[in-house]
């Protein structure tokens, strides 16, 4: 009995469907790189307003709770936001390889 990749006629090709299954992988690990880059940033800038906004305001801050409301605060409204923008970088890198792909082959052919 032959392993479908061992057979020749096998469609499609082995090595083209191991490719597309990396591709989808790394597109996957990049959407998931840019959703935690997203809600790390929310989370940061969170726990800076909320000690500024209490240092300013408050005569006598609770820091501790001003850093983890802030924090709070900062991944919710981060990861309501996280996962629509992961998917527009992710489009805009993929824009990006795919035109600088389309020039190498351009340079190619000429």
């Known amino acids: 009995m032959k392993w479908a990749c061992q057979n020749r006629k096998s469609f499609p090709p082995c090595r083209a469907v191991l490719k597309i299954c990396l591709q989808i992988l790394r597109w996957i690990f990049d959407w998931c790189y840019f959703v935690a880059l997203i809600c790390f940033v929310g989370a940061v800038v969170g726990v800076s307003s909320h000690l500024l906004y209490g240092v300013c ?27 629509g923008a992961a998917i527009v970088l992710c489009v805009i890198r993929a824009r990006k390889e795919f035109l600088a792909r389309e020039a190498a082959r351009g340079v190619e052919s000429k």
């Open 57 to 83: 305001f408050a005569e006598e801050p609770d820091y501790r709770y001003l850093a983890a409301f802030g924090l709070m605060n900062g991944l919710k409204y981060a990861g309501v936001w996280a996962g």
